[in-house]
């Protein structure tokens, strides 16, 4: 078995992934017309950058 570092230091110390039932859960996610044009206003600006870079 390999040595992690990074582990070691943290020891403990390390997020568990046991669910707290006091707690409140996101159980559903809805993406809105906001955040749709923001990921695709992105999408364009980081195409056209690229575009212009390899022009």
Known sequence: MS???IEAELGEGL???VIDDNE????NIHP????ATWR???ANQMFYEW???RN
């Open 3 to 5: 040595h992690d570092s």
């Open 15 to 17: 997020a568990s992934n």
């Open 24 to 27: 409140s859960n996101i159980v």
């Open 32 to 35: 809105s017309d906001t955040w």
């Open 40 to 42: 695709m206003e992105l």
């Open 51 to 53: 575009q212009a870079f």
